[in-house]
């Protein structure tokens, strides 16, 4: 049984194919300059996302392209206003829009790396439904990357279950069982089973490996 990194620097490493680890770290402190919150959110996602990806068979050689996906899938909300991103009420129909754009812009910027092309794709569709309703394509079911599928879940439940400054973090159990809820509609029920036991049995491992703790965020 292989053992698990300690670090995602240290994954990132051993799948190394073209983009220097330090190109992606930095792309991460960016988001981490942007908001904090979403930067360390990224990296737990990563972490997420790999035990996801091995549960569903995806291979050990495309793993990269998942951790990237994953930490990376938001970096285009660099090019969303700070008045807009950290807007307490709603927004409006302008700003949504505007906030909207972001995966378009993860792409733009993810694709121009040789070796990332696949992870900008999953970046692209992170916010696309399983029925059809999401953006920015409206794809529907398995049109959808699988990646993008997972990303999706794994970054609602973890800003579900996350604490922000503006309000405490959901329980596990109620961040779950809006999870199963919008099963079918939001997000795909065969990924969402499969996340779930991850998401019980593996918490502490992953807001430990991301550099927090789940007793702040849960
Ligand atoms: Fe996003």
Known sequence: MEKWPDKITTFISSFLISVPEIVICAFNQLLDL???????????????????????????DHLYQVEVAALLHD???????????????????????LSNRHPESSWSILRLFPGLEQASLYALHHHENINGTGYPAGLKGQDIPLVSRIVSIIDAYDAMVSNRCYRKGLPHAEAVRRLVHSSHTQFDPEVVQTFIPIAEQEAADVFAAAGTSTAAAL
């Open 34 to 60: 942007k908001d904090v919150s979403t930067g360390v959110h990224s990296t737990r996602l990563a972490e997420w996302a790999i035990r996801v990806a091995r549960k569903l068979n995806i291979p050990e």
């Open 75 to 97: 970096i285009g909300k660099i090019g969303v206003p700070d008045a807009i991103l950290k807007k307490n009420g709603p927004l409006t129909s302008e700003e949504r829009a």
